[in-house]
């Protein structure tokens, strides 16, 4: 069975342990740094970015760490490649407590405020 891993860094405390399939992580300081990872997916791999300093930041894949570890993400989006029949849904939670929701590469976040919260999960 397919699981999506992710770690989450916070602005304060560093990286976060590894979680997998839809748990909720929170960075009480702010995510500064995303990292995601799909498990026995044979050939579809994960792609994935945070929006701060007012745009899009560089795209990473399967594992590799994206973020500054200083800038604040207000935003994100992750996608599957190539896209098929599977979906990834992923949800944000903002400093104001504003939750946003979206799936297959559709940004998540206010591109505004501070991410506190994420979760992703991984749908057949």
Not at 22 to 38: H, K, S, Y
Not at 105 to 111: I, L, S
Request: hydrophobic share 30%; with cysteine.
């Amino acid at each position: 069975m397919t699981s999506i891993c992710y770690e989450v860094q916070d602005k304060s405390s560093g990286w976060l342990d590894e979680v997998c399939d839809n748990q909720l992580v929170a960075a009480p300081n702010g995510i500064t740094g995303l990292d995601v990872t799909l498990r026995d997916a044979g050939d579809v791999h994960v792609r994935y970015q945070g929006f701060y300093g007012g745009k899009w930041q560089g795209e990473e894949g399967d594992g590799g760490k994206t973020g500054d570890g200083v800038q604040v993400f207000t935003a994100i989006r992750v996608l599957l490649s190539p896209r098929h029949s599977s979906h990834v849904r992923y949800r944000v939670v903002d400093e104001k407590f504003n939750v946003f929701e979206a799936r297959d590469d559709k940004p998540a976040g206010n591109t505004t405020d501070g991410l506190r919260l994420i979760q992703i999960r991984f749908e057949r």
